[in-house]
Each structure stands twice: as structure tokens, then as C-alpha cells.
């Protein structure tokens, strides 16, 4: 997921799982359109070095190219698996990862919709509002194959839900009007030449 908001962050990081992997390689944006980006994702049943290797390659990934979170498809991976770093409303940085995530959503009375700017590291350049439930909850398995839950609210809560929705081919495009797609697209064309191929290597 890619960051609109201005470079603040807190010296305090929240990681209730361990710090995340590090020293791996930056590789290229995998872009929507590519059909890994829209399929889901295969679960990861294998917890071993290849999968930590490739979580430090999905981190290195996310902070070149300024994001808050990153899902394996988008370096071209086919695995159910994501990596963050984000603030929550109040400006806590928490980061994790997760594995074969499955988000569980407010229903009634405490699902109340967010609709403030989104973007995406797989279409580079390009913010548009998307609802979404301003709060969120996400479980799944962590590197060394235990239970791991994350919640939160504020850009936290986009994340969380932005990064499950990659693991099942689910791009937030698909989640916004035909309007603000115009938008959103127009906006990404204008700032192609900011993003190559290659970016963020």
C-alpha cells in the first residue's frame, strides 16, 4: 500500500511478533494488469528460509519504494503473505507479518466507513478515496508458522484490509466507482515517467 500522508513517524514501534526480516533485495513493482495481481494467492503451507528470505525481500521492497505495506504478488509472487509497517490513528507504528491473512471486519452498529485517500505501490502515483471500515482485524500465521493477529484503525486499518484484499486478487480499483477510476488512472498515466519498469530497484 502506498503512503499519501506527509513523512511523520514515532520513534516507538509496536511489533508484538518480532522485528521484521531484513537484508533482502529490492525487486520491481509487479503492476495491476499482471495476472498474479488478480488471482488468489497460493497458502503458504511451508514455513522455512525461502519464506523468511522472500518476507526480507518483500521489506526491503516496501521502504525503497516508501510504502506501509507490501503483499508478495506485488514483486511477483504467488503466496498469501504480507508485510507492513504503518501508523494507526494516533501515530503508533506497528509492523508484522502475516500469513494466509483473514480479515474480520466490524458488522452493525460498529462498522463505520473511512473514505479518505488510497493507493497502491502496484499503480504507482495515483490516490483516490476508498471506503472502507475505519476499523480492522487480521489473523493468520507468522514466519515461523504461529497465530498472529493484528487490529487497528486510521491508515492501519486501510492497510490491513488493502494488503488481505492483494492475497485473494483483489486490487482496491476494483473497489471504487467507475468515476474514480478515471480518476485514479489518469493520475497514474501523468506520473508514469516518475515510475519505470524497474522501479523501485
Not at 6 to 15: G, I, P, R, S
Not at 18 to 28: E, M, S, W
Not at 157 to 180: P, W
Request: net charge negative; hydrophobic share 40%; proline share 7%.
Amino acid at each position: 500500500m502506498a503512503d499519501d500522508l506527509d513523512d511523520t513517524t514515532t520513534e516507538a514501534v509496536l511489533a508484538p511478533y518480532g522485528p521484521l526480516p531484513r537484508n533482502g533485495r529490492v525487486r520491481p513493482m509487479t503492476r495491476w494488469g499482471t495476472p498474479v495481481m488478480h488471482r488468489p494467492q497460493a497458502r503458504v503451507e511451508v514455513y522455512d528460509d525461502a519464506l523468511r528470505e522472500l518476507a526480507a525481500d518483500m521489506v526491503a521492497s516496501m521502504y525503497a519504494a516508501d510504502g506501509v505495506g507490501l503483499a508478495a504478488c506485488q514483486i511477483g509472487e504467488d503466496v498469501a503473505m504480507f508485510v507492513f509497517d504503518c501508523p494507526d490513528e494516533e501515530g503508533q507504528r506497528v509492523v508484522g507479518v502475516v500469513c494466509n491473512p483473514v480479515l474480520i471486519e466490524p458488522e452493525g452498529v460498529a462498522r463505520r466507513l473511512d473514505d479518505s485517500l488510497e493507493g497502491c505501490l502496484s499503480y504507482p502515483g495515483a490516490f483516490v478515496d476508498c471506503a472502507r471500515p475505519d476499523y480492522a482485524v487480521v489473523e493468520g500465521t507468522g514466519l515461523d508458522g504461529q497465530p498472529v493477529r493484528f487490529e487497528g484503525d486510521g491508515l492501519l486499518a486501510k492497510c490491513l484490509q488493502h494488503e488481505t484484499d492483494h492475497t485473494v486478487g483483489t486490487v482496491f480499483g476494483d473497489r471504487i466507482s467507475a468515476k474514480a477510476m478515471k480518476k485514479l488512472r489518469k493520475q497514474h498515466d501523468a506520473a508514469a515517467q516518475d515510475y519505470p519498469p524497474e522501479w523501485p530497484t
